[in-house]
């Protein structure tokens, strides 16, 4: 094996899928998909929230409980959480989920609108096509935890619902304050200059 070999079979090993935005971003669309109506527009910080839970349900679901039992047999496990910190993980991801939606407006997969004095997001009908396509015993899996996850956080007020993160991520608040939302002027100025969409399908 040449050196070149195993620098590439090392980098594949320690790949993981969340670094590839289109991966990202075909959670994010599973995401607005999965979220019923009426209850299917959903701002940037719910939606980054639901995003990372439902790819760690345990940390929201009890180990004992028949939503942890399925999600095994889907192949979910506690192995998914141990080579960082959830609150680590969740401010690394948080940190790029902006973008990714933004590249998603771009791409004419999702809508963005203001509601109710919030930016929203929701799935145009190129989203929805795209997100049916999305097929493999991961997504399958990806779709059966978010509509697990979902509904526990999309019940919450936004209030109650930094609460419980700091709770399922077992965080000190404060480091949530290191990462500020980026302003609807901000987020509008993520769109342009952004790929094509078959950079995604």
Do not use: K
């Amino acid at each position: 094996m040449t050196s070149s070999t195993a620098f590439m079979d090392n980098a594949a090993s320690t790949l993981r899928a969340e670094s590839v935005p289109a991966f990202r971003m075909a959670q994010l669309l599973l995401v607005l998909d999965g979220v019923q109506p009426p209850l299917n527009r959903v701002d940037l910080e719910r939606l980054s929230i639901i995003e990372f839970l439902s790819a760690n349900p345990f940390l929201v679901v009890g180990d004992d409980s028949p939503e942890a039992n399925e999600l095994r047999l889907q192949g979910f496990g506690r192995h998914s959480i141990t080579y960082a910190s959830p609150s680590q993980r969740f401010v690394s991801r948080r940190e790029r989920v902006a973008s990714d939606v933004a590249q998603l407006v771009s791409l004419g997969l999702v809508r963005l609108f203001v509601a109710d004095r919030q930016r929203v997001f929701s799935l145009t009908e190129l989203g929805e096509q795209s997100a049916e396509r999305l097929c493999s015993v991961y997504a399958d899996a990806y779709r059966l935890s978010v509509a697990t996850v979902g509904p526990l956080v999309m019940r919450l007020s936004a209030q109650r619902m930094r609460q419980r993160l700091e709770t399922w991520l077992r965080v000190d608040p404060m480091l949530f304050d290191l990462i500020d939302a980026p302003t609807y002027h901000e987020f509008e100025a993520e769109t342009s200059g952004l790929a094509s969409r078959d950079m995604l399908f």
